[in-house]
């Protein structure tokens, strides 16, 4: 593909609470086996994009251990890789990223270097499987400086934390407001664009002269009507986990089997760092309903409507409803979790009971595991 592959997994959400503490949202498990950010990787693997940049900053060592070899996702055999950049001191910068422009201003040379005439800028938190070669295209075909990814949200859906848009009858975008108070539209952008390289560094270049910092409010925003911005709307599975009802929402519906089969039984697949654990084992006396059960667990309990990570244990007499057990957990004997998101590597003392009665509990315990 003659594009070249940037995304941005650098950002903080307090909407995460807890589950954003140790870890950047673009390393979120997901779906029992996965990170996030998995999905973009192999949206650019699928897409024949050889050459990646992925931009971290916040809480990036999980995610950079996610990284730490691009064959997982195929990238790079003698042409491309993946590269992974934080931000760095530099005689010039002392600066973190100061927002998403900033960030590729940073790393200008990235692009400066790179030889492939377009660009794809995509998101590193949201769960899809897209064909950026369908997204190229159009935007050629459109004769676009910048091609923006969007989707139609069901009526009553809260759209007012994406950036939303209005397009014309050819598509051309006229109106694109960034988190509005009262949205005008139910159109939302994906966080997913296609730019012309040496567009995209004269642009970031000013921004860069100009003090602002934001690729959507400083580019998009600002350049609406002075250069040609074109959305191509998707029909597809698309979900962004900016929150914890998110997180929540978008691991159940991989309970759904034809949720299920889209993303793991139908082509492309989706690629992810493969842990060497035995399969799941399940005891006398364990019940497991209408849950993903990842490599690694051990159950010994009821499982009912839940997703459960990998390397976890469940005890005798345990009962889990409706729950996210993140990796290597330990749950004692006689444990109820019902509506709860137990954080990864915690342990959970026998005969404990939790339930989220007002929405989704977050479950962080640091007991001693084992004790000498």
């Known amino acids: 593909m003659r594009a070249i592959g940037i995304i941005l997994a650098g950002g903080n959400n307090h909407r995460m609470k807890e589950l954003s503490q140790k870890r950047a949202i673009g390393a979120m498990p997901i779906a029992g086996s996965y990170r996030s950010i998995d999905f973009a990787l192999s949206n650019m693997s699928n897409s024949h994009i050889q050459k990646i940049g992925v931009f971290t900053q916040y809480n990036a060592r999980s995610l950079n251990e996610h990284l730490n070899s691009s064959k997982w996702w195929d990238f790079g055999r003698k042409q491309g890789g993946l590269f992974v950049f934080t931000p760095t001191v530099t005689a010039d910068n002392s600066y973190w990223y100061r927002g998403t422009a900033d960030a590729i201003y940073q790393n200008l040379s990235f692009l400066k270097s790179s030889h492939e005439p377009y660009v794809v800028i995509a998101s590193g938190d949201c769960v899809y499987k897209m064909d950026y070669n369908k997204v190229l295209e159009y935007h050629i075909e459109k004769k676009a400086d910048i091609t923006v990814v969007c989707k139609d949200m069901p009526i009553g859906a809260n759209v007012e934390r994406y950036g939303t848009i209005k397009m014309n009858e050819d598509s051309r975008i006229e109106e694109f407001e960034e988190k509005p108070i009262v949205a005008k539209s139910n159109t939302i952008s994906c966080g997913i664009y296609v730019i012309r390289r040496r567009l995209l560094i004269e642009m970031i270049e000013r921004c860069a002269m100009e003090d602002r910092y934001d690729f959507v409010k400083d580019i998009l925003i600002r350049y609406k009507n002075q250069k040609r911005i074109y959305g191509y709307k998707i029909k597809e599975y698309w979900r962004n986990i900016a929150s ?86 330990y749950i004692g004997d006689n444990t109820h979790i019902e509506n709860c998101i137990v954080e990864s590597r915690d342990t959970i003392r026998a005969n404990t009971f939790y339930k989220g009665e007002d929405g989704i509990k977050i479950v962080v315990e640091k007991n001693e595991r084992y004790v000498i």
Do not use: H, W
């Not at 459960?308 to 889990?320: A, H």
């Open 244 to 329: 914890v009802e998110d997180y929540f929402s978008t691991n159940m519906d991989f309970l759904k089997p034809e949720i299920r089969d889209y993303f793991f039984k139908q082509y492309p697949d989706v690629y992810s760092k493969v842990d060497d654990l035995p399969p799941a084992k399940y005891n006398v006396g364990a019940k497991v309903s209408n849950s993903l059960i990842s490599s690694g667990c051990i159950v010994n309990g009821t499982v009912e409507d839940s997703v459960i990570f990998k390397k976890s244990f469940v005890g005798n007499n345990c009962y889990i409803k409706n729950s996210i057990i993140l990796n290597d957990v």
